[in-house]
Structures are given as C-alpha cells and as structure tokens.
C-alpha cells in the first residue's frame, strides 16, 4: 500500500509562485511515475506534469514554460513549482502515483490564484 501526501497549496496573486510537494510512503516500487494533475470547478480532471523515476518528463502545454516538476528519489518525493501563475491554473491539484501494478491519486490541494 502506497499512501501520498500532498502539501503546498494556497491562495496567490495573478503572477505570483507556488510549490508543491507530495511525499509517497509505504510499498514503493522503485520504477514509477510520480505527478501532478489538476480539477477545475466544472471541468474535467487534466494533465499537469509527470516525472519517471528515471527523470524523463511530460508537460501539458498549459504548464510549458511557467512549472517544473521535479523529485527526490532517496525521499519519495515530487515537486511542482509553479510560477506566473495565472486565474485559470485555480483548481485542486491531485499528486499521482503509478507503477505498472497500480496507480493511486492523493487526497487534493486546492490552489487559488486571484485576478
């Protein structure tokens, strides 16, 4: 069993930074992917980034440019920095785990990034 917490959120001005985290413990499988994918009100759950266990990485085209996603390997952690945050990344932010067994999402962090 794998359990993630997520931390980081918060409120943040139109063009401010944000970081999150998202620790994993328990079974952890040392080939995974690790990241992040977001909820707007009324939309469907999208793509973020995500980050191998190797550090290859994926980014929505919204994200390109303005977040990094990151991780720790030793500590089983992912990072998403985000910067020039703008109104339409407001929404709950969902840590994701996956290996070729299972996948798990974590509980949600809500970010909010006022005009």
């Known amino acids: 069993q794998v359990q993630l917490v997520e931390s980081g959120g918060g409120l943040v001005q139109t063009g401010g930074s944000l970081r999150l985290s998202c620790a994993a413990s328990?079974?952890?499988?040392?080939?995974?992917?690790m990241g992040w994918y977001r909820q707007a009100p009324g939309k469907q759950r999208e793509l973020v980034a995500v980050?191998?266990?190797?550090?290859?990485?994926n980014y929505a085209d919204s994200a390109k440019g303005r977040f990094t996603i990151s991780r720790d390997n030793a500590n089983n952690t992912v990072y998403l920095q985000m910067n020039s945050l703008k109104p339409e990344d407001t929404a709950v932010y969902y840590c994701?785990?996956?290996?070729?067994?299972?996948?798990?999402w974590g509980q949600g962090t809500h970010v909010t990034v006022s005009s």
């Open positions: 328990g079974s952890i499988f040392s080939i995974n992917v």
């Open positions: 994701y785990y996956t290996t070729r067994i299972s996948s798990i």
């Open positions: 980050i191998s266990s190797g550090g290859g990485t």
